[in-house]
């Protein structure tokens, strides 16, 4: 089913590699399908099609890429509602793998979670990619970040008083779909672990979603809002 669609997309298939191959920054993607989902919504059948892609040439700051599509089917064939080929996420030239199919709100609004890091002189984090069709085109609606660790930059003669002040900091997501009144569905971000050195109690925010602009809202005092790395 997804075969015949993608063959359209990208550059044919690569039965030696088992992918589908694209070129994006002068580089060339092998692109596997993650995963399928299948809606019956009201207006009919649904396809969800989520792919990711890699490459052998990509160093430390080469993205990987993700491909995402949704199609409604129409007088028996599959007709392309939103999609995007070609998203920079990941890095080494790798996409994240292990997606999750989520419904985002009551409306039959339907997306993908997962989350992308890396590490630089021993900071460490990853951030929430929330993608979901807006208009024709796929939209990250998340970007707020979901752990943050500055162990890794304790280097020297005063290592274990550098990694007893260090942050270590987790989170965990959950879509609350119990506000079925909204449009989209807003999150609730859970964050534990040190800030510091310092070992915090649980503590959430909720992150509302703005239909102007078509994306959620980091809320103030977000502990993780402003750690780079």
């Known amino acids: 089913m997804a075969k015949p669609i993608l063959d359209e997309v990208y550059s044919g298939y690569d039965e030696a590699g088992h992918c589908w191959k694209t070129a994006a920054e002068g580089l060339t993607y092998c692109m596997e399908l993650d995963r399928v989902d299948r809606v019956s919504a009201p207006d009919g059948e649904r396809l969800y099609l989520l792919t990711r892609g890699s490459t052998g040439d990509g160093g430390h700051p080469t993205p990987g890429l993700v491909g995402a599509f949704v199609l409604e089917q129409k007088q028996g064939r599959w007709v392309m509602l939103a999609g995007d080929a070609r998203m920079n996420y990941g890095s080494y030239g790798n996409a994240p793998t292990n997606w999750e199919f989520v419904k985002l709100g009551p409306s039959d609004y339907w997306g993908w979670l997962n989350t992308h890091g890396d590490m630089h002189q021993g900071y460490a984090g990853s951030w929430y990619i929330v993608l979901a069709p807006y208009g024709r085109k796929i939209k990250d609606l998340g970007g707020m970040t979901a752990e943050y660790s500055d162990a890794g930059a304790?280097?020297?003669?005063?290592d274990q008083a550098c990694e007893q002040k260090a942050s270590d900091l987790?989170?965990?997501?959950?879509?609350?779909?119990?506000?079925?009144?909204?449009?989209?569905?807003?999150?609730?971000?859970?964050?534990?672990?040190?800030?510091?050195?310092?070992?915090?109690?649980?503590?959430?925010?909720?992150?509302?979603?703005?239909?102007?602009?078509w994306n959620y809202v980091i809320p103030p005092g977000y502990l993780l809002k402003d750690k780079e790395f």
């Open 170 to 213: 987790d989170s965990t997501l959950e879509i609350d779909a119990s506000r079925i009144q909204d449009k989209v569905f807003p999150l609730r971000i859970v964050v534990t672990g040190k800030d510091g050195g310092k070992t915090l109690a649980p503590q959430a925010w909720e992150f509302a979603f703005n239909e102007k602009n």
């Open 154 to 158: 304790c280097n020297g003669d005063d």
